[in-house]
C-alpha cells in the first residue's frame, strides 16, 4: 500500500548536475524520516543524505558540499539536487523513508525501486 517512487536519473557528464525527486503515496499515518541511498557496481548500498522533519540534513563526506538534500513532509516528497557530479557518483540511487502506518502503529522502512544515476568522464 506504500510506494515510494523515484524519478530524475539519467546520464549526465562529469561536472553537470541533476535533480532527482521521490514522492511516497500510498496508506499511512506520516513519514518520519527520508533518505536517499545508492548503491554502485561491486559496492555495498550505501546512505547518501538523511533529512529529518526539522530539516536537519547529514551527508556522506563523498557528496558534502556537492549534493543538497531537500524534504517537505507536508507533501511526502524528498529531492536531491546532485551538482559537481563525479564519475564515481555513478549508481543506482534509492529513495527511503521511515513511515508510521497508522497512529498507535510502529514505524517500518520503505524503498523506492532506484533510479539510474550515470556520469560520464
Known amino acids: 500500500q506504500v510506494q515510494l517512487v523515484e524519478s530524475g536519473g539519467g546520464l549526465v557528464q562529469a561536472g553537470g548536475s541533476l535533480r532527482l525527486s521521490c514522492i511516497v503515496s500510498g496508506s499511512f499515518f506520516r513519514v518520519n524520516v527520508m533518505a536517499w541511498y545508492r548503491q554502485a557496481p561491486g559496492k555495498q548500498r550505501e546512505l547518501v543524505a538523511t533529512v529529518t522533519t526539522q530539516g536537519i540534513t547529514n551527508y556522506a563526506d563523498s557528496v558534502k558540499d556537492r549534493f543538497a538534500i531537500s524534504g517537505d513532509y507536508a507533501k511526502n516528497t524528498v529531492n536531491l539536487l546532485m551538482d559537481s557530479l563525479k564519475p564515481e557518483d555513478t549508481a543506482v540511487y534509492y529513495c527511503?523513508?521511515?513511515?508510521?502506518?497508522?497512529?498507535?502503529?510502529?514505524?517500518?522502512?520503505?524503498w523506492g525501486q532506484g533510479t539510474q544515476v550515470t556520469v560520464s568522464s
Open positions: 527511503n523513508a521511515g513511515i508510521k502506518r497508522t497512529t498507535f502503529g510502529q514505524v517500518a522502512t520503505y
